[in-house]
């Protein structure tokens, strides 16, 4: 027999320990994770500057549309560098109907990857 130091009672009960273990670690990560999280929302919740778009023209190269207090800057970002392409004033950008604290979930986000992608299977 295989467990011959260890009874049937005592394997399970090893078992169980490190699924608790195991869960436990799993907890801790996940609050620890939501906190960092919420503490670097706060962080950066009042600041003057936001992403507002992001394109990519190549592997790691970019086009970001960037407010800055209340100046549109478009800035072409590569690996090594970042170049102010342009300034736009307010009336030159087109905004989507997303406000700009609303948070998308999971779903929304993946049904608008796929009709981008063109891979609508069903």
Do not use: C
């Amino acid at each position: 027999m295989l467990l011959t130091g260890v009874g049937v009672m005592d394997g399970y009960l090893q078992f169980m320990t490190v699924l608790l273990l195991f869960l436990f670690v799993l907890a801790v990560t996940y609050v620890a994770t939501r906190w960092i999280a919420g503490y670097q929302k706060g962080k950066s919740a009042g600041s003057n500057i936001e992403l507002i778009e992001t394109v990519r023209i190549a592997p790691n190269k970019y086009l970001q549309l960037v407010r800055a207090g209340s100046k549109y800057l478009l800035i072409a970002v590569g690996k090594d560098e970042i170049h102010m392409l342009a300034e736009l004033s307010g009336e030159e950008i087109l905004l989507t109907g997303q406000e700009n604290n609303t948070v998308m979930d999971f779903g929304s986000i993946f049904e608008k990857f796929r009709k981008q992608s063109g891979k609508d299977d069903g």
